[in-house]
Structure formats: C-alpha cells, structure tokens
C-alpha cells in the first residue's frame, strides 16, 4: 500500500492565496470604513457625527481636521481646546498639507498662543512658498502682532502673486496709517497690481488728484490686463465727477477697446471723415441724440474738405423729444481762451435757427453760442470765441434749435457741416 503524500508547492500557494485573500479584505475593509468615515466627516455639521466618523477611522487625517473646524465653530468654550488638539492631529498625520498648518496657525492664535502660531505659519511658508493665500495668513498675523514691515512684506507678496488680494491689502494699509498717502504707498510697495488698487480706491475715496498721483507713478509698457480693468474702473469714477482731463489722461494710457481717445482742446472727428456711432462710443466723439429728425450721415457729395461732410436732412419734425442734437464733450484747460470755429452750407426751409453753443460739461451752463445758420448759404465759416470757467475742465459743443418766430417750428431741408474745429487763444 503506497503511502499518500501532501503537495507542498500547491499547499503553500493555496495557503499565500488564502493570506493574499486575507489582506484584499481588510485592506478593502479599511478602505471602505476610511470612505464611510471620510463622507460623515466632510458632510456633518454636528460635533458628534465628527467625533464618530473619527473613532471610525482614528488614523484620517481628514476626520480629525473636520472634528478640528466644527469644534473651533461650537458655542462650548470647552471646544476651543479640542479644537487645537485635532487640528495637531490632522496636521501629523498629515505633515506635507500646507491647508491643514493654515488652520493650525490660526487655532494657535485664536488660542492665544502666538509663538507656536508663527511656528505653525512659517512651516506652511516652508511647504508652499509662493502660494499667495500662505503670504496673505502669515502677514495678516504678523501685523496683528505689530510687526508691520514684516507682515506687508508678506502681502506684497501675496497681492502680486493673486490681484484679489490688492484690494484688501489696500484697504488695510488705509485703516492702519488713516489715509496718509505716503505710509501707505511705503508700505503697499511699488508693484502695478496694488498702485492700480490704490488708485482705483482713492477715486472712489474722492481723492482724484491723489489716485492720478499714483497712476501716473505706473509704468505702462504694453497690454496689461490688470491696468486696463482698473483703469476702465477709474474713467468711469473721473467721468462720473466731471474730471475730464482725467479721463482723458487715462484713456490715452490704456486705450481701452472700443472707446475713442481723445485729446486735450482737440474736436475729435471734426472733418467727418469718419462715420459717426449711433450710439456713444466712451466719454469723448460725436454723439447723437435720441429723436427721429433729421436723418444724418456723411456724404461726398459737398465737402469744404477731405473726402466727406456731414449731412442732416430735416423733413418737417421740430420740437424738443423729435430733433436730434449732435454734439461731442471736450476735455479743456480751466480758465483758458479758445476759439470755435466750423464750415457749414444750407438749403433749408424754417421759422426756427440751427445755432452751436458752447456749455459746461459740469453743470450744462452756457458759455457761448455761434450766430444762428443761414436758411440759405453756399460754404460759409463761424466762430466764436469764449474763455472756459476757472471751474470746468471739460466742455460741449452741440448743435441745436432755438426758439422760433411764430408757431411753426418745422424744418425743412438739408445742410452740411465740415471742419468743426477748437483751437487754443
């Protein structure tokens, strides 16, 4: 009778099997409790469902920070210490995580505990040196701490590396040295980011000769996004204060698209030579205005000079709501003299007078006024001269109808105008 004998290779294969088996489960065991553990912490908004999902899975770093938040969030003074407790945990058990030493840092100093807060904050500027939210908590604690120099060099760092931050590094800056321009330019630094910031602020501030101090500090070499959304920010607050030598000034530095540049004493378009905008092309350029009479246009049918004219056909409208007005703003020298002076030629049929006045961008007061149109004229020049307000900065110069003789107002007819032009007395 033959003796039986076992298959050692096969026992011993079955056997790593049944270990290898073994370690799938519980690997797959830890990982799904590590998952379960992991969804109650991020989606519980109770201590107590925290404090389960880390007894669950006491080795997650994640459980931890979630019990960490929630605790530091609670009513129960008692919670402030466990609080710091979890945040260390999660921060051990997760060494490389530079979101976890944040929280850390800021429990030590809500704790009161600054030296080990500094700590914890330096060794989140260890793990990512130039991430701009590290720069922006650890300088934001140092200046809690009054180390001033150190904490905005912090965040000089932090509003170059991320332009979100400029606004509220302005801000600060402003609040701890109380608008004293020069501490606060010192202490932002140099960089385009913050000086856009701060312009931007000190116009809303209505500081306008201090936010065009620090604008035209800026070097503007080429396309910048940065600058051309605060200098849009900045043309919008010059011209809503009716400072239209600013608005200028920044407009011709950022040249923003779309929008006409203009220039100071200057009449943009004047010869007509390019086609009018139905609608308002920025601050400066011919406008027109809302009404169904006259129809106008350029034409190269009779011209003074250039190639074209401007052409308004009247056909009988008149009144205020139903004539059109064209008229263009101008950026002026207060207290200046200039003189208006352009062509025009007529076939027209009226009671009423087309006449060009001069008014205040400012306030809409009238300055000057041309002498009333020819019904009939071949090429004829006006003029008129006039002195700007010491006040304004910017004027109007528009075509319109005065008061007529008798009750019919209507108009009817053509006429062109060419060579609308400003010039300096």
Not at 388 to 399: F, K, N, Q, R
Request: with cysteine.
């Amino acid at each position: 009778m033959e003796k039986g004998h076992i298959p050692i290779q096969t026992s011993f294969a079955r056997i790593a099997a049944v270990i290898a088996g073994l370690i799938c489960v519980v690997t797959a065991g830890v990982a799904v409790t590590w998952s379960f553990a992991g969804a109650i912490a991020t989606q519980t908004d109770l201590v107590e469902g925290a404090e389960f999902a880390v007894g669950l899975s006491p080795n997650d770093p994640q459980t931890h920070f979630a019990l960490a938040v929630l605790a530091d969030q609670s009513f129960d003074p008692t919670d402030a210490g466990r609080s710091v407790d979890h945040f260390q945990r999660a921060a051990a058990l997760s060494p490389y995580n530079y979101l976890i030493w944040i929280e850390l840092g800021r429990a030590f100093e809500r704790a009161g505990d600054a030296p080990r807060a500094e700590a914890a904050l330096r060794r989140t500027l260890a793990l990512a040196p130039n991430y701009s939210i590290v720069q922006w908590t650890l300088g934001n604690f140092l200046i809690r701490q009054g180390r001033l120099d150190e904490g905005f060099a912090e965040l000089r760092k932090a509003a170059a590396g991320d332009t979100k931050y400029a606004g509220p590094a302005v801000d600060l800056a402003s609040q701890l040295f109380g608008g004293d321009l020069a501490q606060i330019r010192s202490a932002l630094g140099d960089s385009p980011e913050v000086n856009a910031t701060l312009a931007v602020t000190l116009a809303k501030q209505g500081k306008f000769e201090d936010a065009m101090s620090v604008w035209r500090s800026m070097k503007i070499d080429g396309p910048n996004e940065t600058l051309t959304v605060a200098g849009r920010q900045l043309i919008d607050l010059m011209a809503a204060a009716k400072r239209f030598r600013y608005t200028a000034e920044i407009i011709v530095a950022v040249r923003p698209e779309g929008m006409i540049v203009p220039a100071i004493g200057s009449v943009i378009n004047g010869g007509f030579e390019d086609e009018i905008a139905l609608t308002e092309a920025g601050q400066f350029g011919w406008r027109l205005g809302t009404g169904t009479s006259p129809l106008i246009g350029q034409t190269p049918s009779q011209v003074r000079s250039g190639q074209y004219s401007l052409l308004l056909a009247y056909r009988g409208a008149s009144g205020s709501g139903v004539t059109r007005t064209l008229q263009q703003s101008i950026p002026v020298e207060p207290g200046s003299k200039y003189s208006l002076s352009l062509a025009y030629r007529t076939e027209l049929k009226t009671s009423a007078q087309l006449v060009w006045t001069v008014t205040s961008a400012s306030d809409n007061s009238p300055i000057a006024a041309t002498p009333g149109l020819l019904e009939r004229s071949d090429w004829t020049t006006v003029s008129v001269e006039f002195t700007v307000p010491t006040t304004d900065d910017g004027i109007i110069i528009s075509l319109g109808q005065t008061e007529c003789k008798g009750g019919n107002c209507a108009i009817n007819g053509e006429v062109w105008f060419d060579d609308v032009v400003l010039t300096a007395r």
